[in-house]
């Protein structure tokens, strides 16, 4: 039988400090003014640096400024198309945690599977979900060949996943900065995979969060906090008396990396907040007003009227992977609440532009 999923940690001082102020920027963020087209901006521009950074702890040579043009540009580099590959991959699975999250998508193994298999994808979208490694996985130092983990056996690796999907839906009473942080340590240890592991532990811990409501509007990445200073992130979850799952490192005491986590995203949050104050100093007309009358799914299809006057409900259910039933009844209920305006209602086939109100702070 594999071993209980049960963590051992403490809730330090330190660790309710940072607690403490990832509540106080996310407060912030709620009501700082920014206008649709630079919270649009600033959303791009943390989804490619989430991806620049996630990949570059795998060992990705890409710059930012080139992870920018092989996702907008489909431009190459020589030499270097696997990291083209890993990037594209990466942000295509973030495209899909956003669907996830505005669909209020629980976590399950199949949604985790999907991560995985986008990461995995060079970007391609006619993905399957990928099964479970069927064989052991050894993660050895490169410069000295010496085992630094050793994950559990492959036949354990169902039961430890689900237990661990279960343990994230049991506690929701604990403060999701929390749970995100076991989720990680835990998917980091379990392996699930040959490869892509960490990138994959990584979505789980911002689809967590974003599920909990600690998005910031989407605006921040944990990765850049774990990038610039690796060997933390290593030391931090590298914790118990083995490297060998079954002798300790199940058991070992995360407190040091729950602390560690919860200051990584405290930086991240106020880094956040810093960015829409400058934004604000700009000069950036205020609609915050207007902005807080919507849900999260009319805030994000504020994005689509950026560049489209009229939209049909395919396009806005194309947006988050919606049914076509779902498009035709969510556009409905837009009408009804005076967001969406149909645009000819003698025709069936159904086109929509944005009230007037929504209209005018989209343009001013």
């Known amino acids: 039988m594999p071993i209980k999923f049960a963590p051992i940690y403490t809730l330090t001082p330190h660790t309710a400090k940072q607690l403490m102020r990832i509540e106080a920027a996310k407060e912030k963020a709620a009501l700082l003014p920014l206008t649709p087209t630079v919270l649009a901006s600033l959303r791009e521009s943390a989804k490619l640096f989430t991806t620049h950074y996630s990949t570059m702890i795998e060992g990705n040579r890409l710059l930012p400024e080139e992870v920018k043009q092989v996702i907008t540009l489909n431009e190459h580099f020589p030499g270097r198309q696997r990291d083209e590959q890993e990037v594209k991959g990466y942000y295509a699975a973030l495209a899909q945690l956003e669907q996830y999250v505005a669909q209020q998508h629980p976590v399950t193994e199949k949604a985790i599977q999907i991560f995985h298999a986008l990461v995995m994808s060079n970007g391609r979208h006619n993905i399957r979900p990928t099964p479970y490694r069927d064989g052991q996985n050894v993660i050895k130092d490169s410069s000295t060949g010496m085992i630094v983990c050793l994950p559990p056996e492959a036949k354990d690796v169902p039961n ?205």
């Open 160 to 364: 430890l996943m689900q237990q661990l999907v279960a343990w994230i839906k049991e506690n929701n009473a604990l403060p999701c900065p929390i749970v995100a942080a076991i989720a990680h340590y835990q998917f980091a240890t379990i392996h699930p995979y040959y490869d892509g592991n960490g990138r994959t532990a990584r979505l789980l811990t911002t689809f967590i969060l974003h599920l909990g409501g600690y998005d910031l509007k989407g605006l921040y990445s944990l990765e850049e906090y774990y990038a610039k200073n690796l060997m933390a992130y290593y030391r931090a979850i590298s914790v118990g008396p083995s490297h060998n799952y079954y002798l300790g490192r199940a058991e070992a005491d995360i407190t040091g990396w729950i602390e560690y986590f919860c200051e990584g995203m405290a930086f991240a949050c106020e880094k956040v907040i810093h960015q829409m104050m400058t934004s604000q100093q700009q000069g950036e007309k205020d609609h915050a007003s207007l902005l807080r009358t919507l849900d999260p799914k009319q805030r994000k299809v504020l994005e689509l009227f950026k560049t489209h006057q009229i939209v049909t409900s395919y396009q806005i259910g194309e947006l988050f992977g919606f049914k076509a039933r779902t498009n035709t009844n969510l556009c409905k209920k837009w009408v009804e609440e005076g967001f969406l305006e149909i645009v000819d209602p003698s025709n069936k086939a159904r086109s929509y532009k944005l009230a007037k109100p929504f209209e005018d702070m989209i343009s001013g």
